[in-house]
């Protein structure tokens, strides 16, 4: 019914329905807005690939969660799957250029959190850099 619904509006975007609104804000936050997946990207941007290095971030994410989540990420275009294991095979995760471009909102974020919770964590100059 809600693909329906969408398809009726007419709204597209890269050839498929818009979620909620062409709202660039509605928009990315139909991908975003979770608790978890600007998380999953700060991991990301850190160094962090395999599943067990997500499991130990300090949020604690739940197993079931974040294996809901990278899927998610990979469907939306935002990260990229490849096997480093065969048998069992287990996968690693990197971000794709859509998913880097998110850099800045993490840096503005990090900003905005030091700004209002001076008690949090303040990130490495080299995570708050500019990228070339």
Request: hydrophobic share 35%; with cysteine.
């Amino acid at each position: 019914m809600k693909k329906d619904r969408l398809e009726k509006r007419g709204q597209e975007k890269h050839g498929a329905p818009f979620e909620r609104s062409p709202c660039p804000i509605a928009s990315s936050l139909d991908i975003l807005g979770d608790k978890w997946t600007l998380v999953l990207v700060r991991d990301l941007v850190t160094g962090k690939r395999r599943y067990g290095e997500f499991l130990d971030s300090p949020e604690g994410i739940a197993t079931n969660i974040l294996a809901t989540r990278l899927k998610a990420m990979v469907d939306a275009g935002l990260i990229a799957k490849r096997p480093y294991q065969r048998n069992p095979t287990r996968h690693e995760y990197t971000l794709t250029p859509l998913g880097d471009d998110l850099l800045p909102v993490l840096q503005a974020f990090c900003r905005w959190g030091n700004r209002h919770f001076p008690e949090s964590w303040i990130p490495p100059a080299w995570f708050m850099a500019p990228r070339p």
